[in-house]
C-alpha cells in the first residue's frame, strides 16, 4: 500500500509517499480500505513537534522524534478484512472513524471500538470531513458545556472545520447561535443557522450587548476576563484551541484561561477530544444528525492524495472555510 510517512519531524513538504506492506489486522481490528482523509490542525502539529511543549506531556507527541510515522486522524473507507473477536463488521461495510494516526494512507487497521458506519447519505469524502471536527464540537457542546434546548451559544471560531459543525449541532440540540467569523464567511455561518453573526475583523465580540450561557472558544482570541462579559452568572467557558505557536501555544493560551478560572465567574472547561473515551458514540450520534439532515460537512477544498503536503499546508495557515478533504 502506499502511505504517507514521516521518521522525523520537519515540515508537511518532508512527508514521504512510500509503499510499505498492507498492514495485517490484530484480535478485536478491522483492516480498512481508506476512501478519504481529512487534514486537521492537530496533523500539522504532530508533523512539525511543534508546540515544544507539548512533547513534554505524556500521551502527546515524542520528544525527539513523532511517536507514529502516518499521520492522518480521520479516515472513511470500506472494510477489507476483520480480524477475530469483532462481531458486527465484514467485508464491504462502508466506515468512518476518529484515528490517533494513520489516516494518509491506502489501509489502516483500526480497532473496532473506534469504528462506525459510515452515514447512508454521505460519500466517502464527505464523511472523512467529520470525525475529528464533530467529535470536537458536538463534546464540546453537549458533553463539556451541558447545551440544553433553548439555550445561547456563542460561536468563537465558527467558520473552520470544528466551528462549522458546532454552529449545526447547536442549532440541531435547540439552541440559539452568535457565530464569530470574518465578514467573508459571514453568509456561510449565517446558512448553517447562526442566528447572529459577529465580524472579528471590525467588532470586539466580548463587547456585545448579548450574554450567553455557553461559549465555545474554538479561536482562541480573547482572555477569560473579557469572555466572561459575554456569558450569563452561570455561564460556561468551553476551550477547544487557539493560535498557534512553536513554543507554547495553543497549550499556553490554555494554561492561561485556566490560571484565570478561580478569578473569573462562569465556569471554565476544556474539551479535548484526544482523551474522550466514546469516539465511536459521538460519531453514532452525528450519523443521526447527519441522516436527518441536520448536520452537512461544509468542504473548502479537496486535494489529490499525491498534493496531501499542500492540503496540510492550506490548513496551517489557518483560513479554511469547513473542512479540506482527500480522496485516496
Ligand atoms: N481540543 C480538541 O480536542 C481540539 C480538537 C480539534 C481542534 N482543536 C483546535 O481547535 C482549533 C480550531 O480547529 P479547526 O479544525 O476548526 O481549525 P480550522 O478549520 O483551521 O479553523 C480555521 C478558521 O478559524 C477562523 N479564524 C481565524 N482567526 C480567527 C479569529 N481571531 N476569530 C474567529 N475566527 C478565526 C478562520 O477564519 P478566517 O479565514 O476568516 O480568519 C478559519 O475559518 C485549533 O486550535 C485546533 O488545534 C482542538
Request: proline share 7%; with cysteine.
Amino acid at each position: 500500500m502506499k502511505a504517507f510517512v514521516m521518521r522525523t519531524y520537519g515540515t508537511p513538504d518532508d512527508l514521504a509517499l512510500t509503499d510499505l506492506d498492507k498492514p495485517v489486522p490484530a484480535d478485536g481490528e478491522v483492516l480498512v480500505r481508506v476512501r478519504a482523509t481529512s487534514v486537521n490542525p492537530y496533523d500539522w502539529h504532530h508533523i512539525i513537534g511543534q508546540p515544544y511543549i507539548a512533547r513534554l506531556m505524556p500521551g502527546t507527541m515524542g520528544l525527539r522524534g513523532p511517536k507514529f510515522a502516518i499521520p492522518g486522524c480521520d479516515m472513511a473507507g470500506t472494510v477489507e478484512a476483520v480480524g477475530s473477536a469483532v462481531p458486527g463488521f465484514r467485508p464491504g461495510d462502508d466506515v468512518f472513524a476518529l484515528l490517533r494516526d494513520g489516516g494518509f494512507a491506502e489501509h489502516v487497521c483500526v480497532p473496532a471500538d473506534l469504528l462506525a458506519r459510515k452515514p447512508a447519505n454521505m460519500s466517502h469524502e464527505q464523511a472523512a470531513a467529520v470525525p475529528m471536527a464533530a467529535v470536537t464540537a458536538l463534546l464540546g457542546l453537549r458533553d463539556t458545556g451541558g447545551l440544553k434546548p433553548g439555550q445561547r451559544v456563542l460561536v468563537n471560531g465558527a467558520s473552520g472545520g470544528v466551528g462549522t459543525f458546532a454552529v449545526q449541532i447547536a442549532v440541531a440540540l435547540g439552541a440559539t447561535v452568535t457565530g464569530v467569523c470574518s465578514a467573508k464567511n459571514g453568509g456561510l455561518v449565517r446558512s448553517l443557522g447562526a442566528d447572529e453573526v459577529i465580524d472579528y475583523q471590525t467588532a470586539d465580540f466580548t463587547r456585545h450587548d448579548k450574554r450567553h450561557d455557553l461559549m465555545l472558544d474554538i479561536a482562541g482570541s480573547r482572555p477569560a476576563a473579557s469572555c466572561r462579559r459575554v456569558l450569563t452568572a452561570n455561564g460556561t467557558l468551553v476551550l477547544i484551541g487557539g493560535p498557534a505557536g512553536r513554543w507554547l501555544q495553543p497549550v499556553g493560551h490554555m494554561i492561561g484561561m485556566f490560571a484565570a478560572a478561580p478569578f473569573v465567574p462562569p465556569r471554565i472547561a476544556m474539551a479535548d477530544t484526544g482523551r474522550c473515551g466514546k469516539k465511536k458514540e459521538h460519531l453514532q450520534t452525528l450519523t443521526g444528525l447527519i441522516e436527518d439532515g441536520k448536520v452537512i460537512p461544509v468542504i473548502d477544498r479537496r486535494y489529490p492524495f499525491a498534493e496531501i503536503s499542500a492540503a496540510v499546508e492550506y490548513s496551517a495557515a489557518g483560513h479554511v472555510a469547513g473542512k479540506v478533504v482527500v480522496p485516496i
